[in-house]
């Protein structure tokens, strides 16, 4: 079998010295290792992938237990540290893998632990299961479709690059774009992500029901609360919003959750306890954002991750080339760092194989490292810190992310349309023999 690379074509464009890498990639080789790996990953998950959960779920109520038992006794960092890490880890661990399907074919429980069933449905599960800022509906739509499938094109709704546009090409000191960036990032969940992703789901029923977007519409344009309150949606009202998405968060994790504590600081004589609580969980909040957007947001941006013009087949060879070189992964290995991460630093193994589960990408990590060295694909891993300062430089338009060099991104595509044609071939070839078996038989 041949080798299908990219390197001798007639009137190829001018590679950078960092791109110089494609010209020998063999992304054949490189898809079928990837989904070699996946295929063997998926048949190993069981009992000891339910088991880690049963333990990361274990650490975050843990998290939740402290923070809760010590918010009524003054404003204190225990405090706020356990209630943020709760907030953070219940979001990227547990509903983020749950969302994904990552132990829908393990868990014995399918009631719950299933895609379909965590977080959705009704206000009780949400509560139950994992009450955020976002709606888990809308949360899975923007993240789990739009961004999983669209990585890194324009219409990847977390594009970084693409979203602060206004703020890259803002006339202002760049200490004021500082400031700016500190505000999105104590702020970003409610401010951007809620919102946002409540439009994605607007955009997603619209498409179900064939209905046609106004030409007037910019349906990839963000959907922030400072557009709410400015301009307006076309697709919710803020009141909308507020009642469906953010005020069920808002009600009942700063008002009702506290709550007790009102009665118990009378019982107890013990004045300020209600307060003291509200003001930890609002201390808990902004620190759980800025935690959030320091594991989260870094994932995909830098001036060492690349962009793309045009769409791919999901699993294709482009994609799994998008998911490697659009992605970056943090340091990763044991229980307590990845929980400290939220299991986002295997960002490139999650990008990969999206269903899968925290266990598989911890195990996945090293030999998707080996296969990238083996073909001489990018695989970065640097400190989150680092990514974080490579991130602010997109958002300040100090820096800019690259353009995967055109002529390979087309070629790649143009790969993954003969190995899509060969397959349909295969399968029509295999029905119609199946069909030739059975007529045979019969006679």
């Excluded at 992304?27 to 339910?50: M, N, R, S």
């Excluded at 739509?141 to 709704?157: A, F, G, K, T």
């Excluded at 070629?411 to 060969?422: N, P, Q, S």
Aim: with cysteine; glycine share 6%; hydrophobic share 40%.
């Amino acid at each position: 079998m041949c080798r299908v690379t990219t390197r001798s074509r007639g009137g190829a464009e001018q590679l950078k010295k960092e791109d110089k890498w494609v010209e020998d990639f063999d992304v054949v080789a490189f898809t079928a290792d990837i989904k070699a790996l996946g295929d063997e990953l998926e048949k190993q998950q069981g009992d000891a992938d339910v088991r880690h959960l049963n333990k990361m779920i274990g650490w975050s109520n843990a998290c939740a237990a402290v923070g809760l038992l010590t918010m009524g006794l003054g404003v204190n960092f225990v405090s706020v540290f356990a209630l943020s890490t709760w907030t953070f880890t219940r979001w990227t661990m547990i509903a983020h893998h749950t969302c994904h399907g990552g132990y829908d074919r393990c868990h014995p429980n399918k009631g719950r632990w299933n895609r379909f069933k965590f977080a959705v449905g009704s206000t009780w599960r949400r509560v139950n299961d994992w009450l955020d800022w976002m709606m888990p509906e809308a949360w899975n739509v923007e993240h789990n479709n739009r961004h999983h499938y669209c990585l890194s094109e324009v219409d990847d709704p977390d594009l970084v690059e693409e979203n602060l546009v206004d703020l890259r090409n803002m006339d202002i000191p760049m200490l004021a774009k500082y400031a700016i960036v500190l505000f999105n990032m104590m702020t970003w969940k409610w401010f951007y992500y809620a919102p946002n992703t409540y439009k994605e789901l607007k955009l997603a029923r619209l498409r179900r029901q064939g209905k046609e977007i106004p030409a007037d519409v910019h349906p990839e344009y963000a959907v922030t609360i400072k557009t709410l309150l400015t301009e307006g949606s076309p697709f919710y009202s803020l009141w909308e919003f507020f009642s469906i998405v953010a005020g069920p968060y808002l009600v009942i994790h700063f008002i009702l959750l506290p709550l007790p504590l009102l009665f118990v600081g009378q019982y107890l004589n013990m004045d300020g306890m209600y307060a003291s609580a509200v003001k930890n969980l609002v201390l808990a909040e902004l620190f759980t954002n800025f935690h959030g957007f320091v594991a989260v947001v870094t994932n995909h941006a830098g001036d060492d991750m690349y962009r793309f013009r045009n769409g791919c087949r999901p699993f294709s060879g482009s994609f799994y080339v998008r998911q490697v070189t659009a992605s970056v992964d943090f340091a990763y290995g044991t229980d307590l760092c990845d929980f400290m991460h939220g299991y986002l630093n295997y960002q490139i193994e999650h990008h990969l194989w999206p269903s899968l589960s925290m266990l598989s990408y911890q195990k996945a990590a090293p030999l998707v490292r080996d296969i990238c060295k083996k073909h001489g694909i990018p695989y970065v891993k640097e400190s989150v810190f680092i990514r974080l300062k490579k991130t602010i430089d997109i958002m300040t338009g100090t820096s800019n992310m690259r353009w995967f060099p055109e002529s390979y991104e087309k070629k790649y595509l143009e790969i993954d349309a003969v190995a899509e044609a060969k397959k349909r071939m295969s399968s029509k070839s295999s029905t119609n023999s199946l069909t030739g078996l059975r007529t045979g038989a019969s006679e």
